[in-house]
């Protein structure tokens, strides 16, 4: 082999080192490239990952906060309307307590003129009117009714009305007065509603119990509340 073909091949194969080299680097760099895209793919997915989840939990705090803009509308309204209704209060209040003024101003006048005017009867002028006082209300059925309370109710005062009772000829006390009316209540009674059991119409009058009206109808007619109501009975037959 002649120099010149030893210089050809040695050309030649430096140009296939050279080559092999060249090849070489490129495919490390296209692996280099390829890693480093790999990574940025990678890297741009987490952050589009991270970036949904941030949208995500920034539309949920959105959410809750419109929730709570909401909530606070409706407690916005509910204080209002808790306002109004105080101030609605306060006005039918106001308004209640000058009717209860006038009212009570109104009852006073009244009451005053009410005592003069039973100050200048007589007891027997005071006795009509009492008793007239008494058919009107039917304070006498109170079982519990007392000198006190029966007072308070007329406009008296208590010494004018025990008074009133110590001095009159026809009832010995105003228990016997009270009997008394009871007693021709429940007569009435025993006539106009004969479907009523005793109990009933002893208990309408204001008797305490069977046995008081049995025994306060006895004493003073002789028979029981059952042989009166019987007797009228008769009486209407024949």
């Known amino acids: 082999m002649t120099g010149a073909h030893l210089l050809i091949a040695a050309i030649i194969i430096a140009l296939v080192i ?11 760099n296209a692996k280099k490239i390829i890693s480093t895209n790999t990574m940025l793919v990678e890297n741009q997915n987490a952050l589009l990952e991270q970036n949904k989840i941030q949208g995500s939990e920034l539309e949920r705090r959105m959410n809750e906060l419109e929730e709570q803009k909401s909530e606070m509308e409706e407690q916005k309204e509910l204080i ?13 209040l106001k308004q209640n307590t000058v009717d209860e003024v006038t009212l009570l ?22 006795m009509a009117w009492v008793d007239q006082k008494m058919d ?5 059925t109170d079982t519990d009714l007392t000198l006190k309370t029966m007072a308070k109710a ?9 008074s009133l009772f110590r001095n009159n000829e026809k009832y010995a006390s105003l228990g016997e007065y009270i009997n008394e009316k009871r007693f021709l209540l429940a007569c009435r009674l ?42 009228l009975a008769v009486k209407g037959d024949a």
Do not use: C, S
């Open 18 to 28: 050279a080559f092999i080299i060249t090849m070489l680097v490129l495919n490390n």
């Open 80 to 92: 209002e309307a808790l306002q109004r209704q105080q101030e609605e209060l306060a006005k039918q």
């Open 105 to 126: 101003r109104e009852q006073t006048r009244q009451h005053r003129e009410h005592i003069e005017l039973t100050a200048d009867m007589t007891d027997e002028e005071l």
């Open 136 to 140: 009107e209300t039917r304070l006498y």
């Open 154 to 162: 007329l406009g008296l005062t208590q010494k004018r009305l025990g």
């Open 190 to 231: 025993l006539r106009e509603e004969p479907n009523w059991t005793i109990e009933a119409v002893g208990a309408e009058a204001g008797f305490g119990g069977r046995r008081t009206f049995q025994v306060e109808v006895k004493r003073r007619l002789g028979i029981t509340p059952l042989q009166y109501r019987q007797a």
